[in-house]
């Protein structure tokens, strides 16, 4: 079924975004949400400031809104996943790892020829589509991250 003209034009790339980490964050948490249903009723119970109503939860898991940051704050404590990687897609790092993580970087093994291949494949492609390629491969990052455990 194709998507309403309206709803396209009310999405953009960051509310889709956020709508698949909420979608991977209700899948993941220990209490599995399975729809906009759910998701509004949980959040209910949790948030203080206000109560949201379904067609609220679906706009957020469709990518046509994306909540306000006390809203995201309360859905990241239900879904426990950080406030920052549910808001930004971006993973908390404790200052204790950063020396670790960039002391690894520079004793990684140089490139081989099918990774220098991809890097010139990647540079020829549209600026649009750089963006593309490095949102989903950080995205698989984040994932491994998010989820290590």
């Keep these: 079924m194709p998507i309403?003209?309206?709803?396209?034009?009310?999405?953009?790339?960051?509310?889709?975004a956020f709508a698949a980490r909420l979608k991977q964050a209700m899948k993941?948490?220990?209490?599995?949400?399975?729809g906009p249903s759910e998701l509004a009723l949980?959040?209910?119970l949790r948030h203080r400031a206000g109560q949201i109503t379904n067609q609220a939860a679906q706009k957020w898991l469709v990518g046509e809104n994306r909540p306000a940051a006390d809203k995201i704050e309360t859905?990241?404590?239900?879904?426990?996943?950080s406030t920052q990687w549910l808001?930004?897609?971006?993973?908390?790092?404790?200052?204790?790892?950063?020396?670790a993580t960039?002391?690894?970087?520079?004793s990684r093994p140089a490139l081989t020829m099918d990774e220098l291949q991809l890097i010139d494949k990647f540079r020829a492609l549209p600026e649009h589509q750089r963006f593309l390629v490095q949102d989903i491969i950080e995205q698989f990052f984040l994932q491994q991250e998010m989820w290590r455990g």
């Design 4 to 16: 309403p003209e309206t709803i396209r034009m009310a999405q953009t790339p960051e509310k889709l």
């Design 42 to 44: 949980q959040f209910n």
């Design 87 to 99: 808001r930004y897609g971006i993973a908390e790092t404790p200052p204790a790892k950063q020396p």
């Design 28 to 34: 993941r948490s220990p209490k599995k949400i399975s």
């Design 75 to 81: 859905l990241a404590e239900m879904l426990q996943v």
């Design 102 to 106: 960039q002391g690894a970087a520079a």
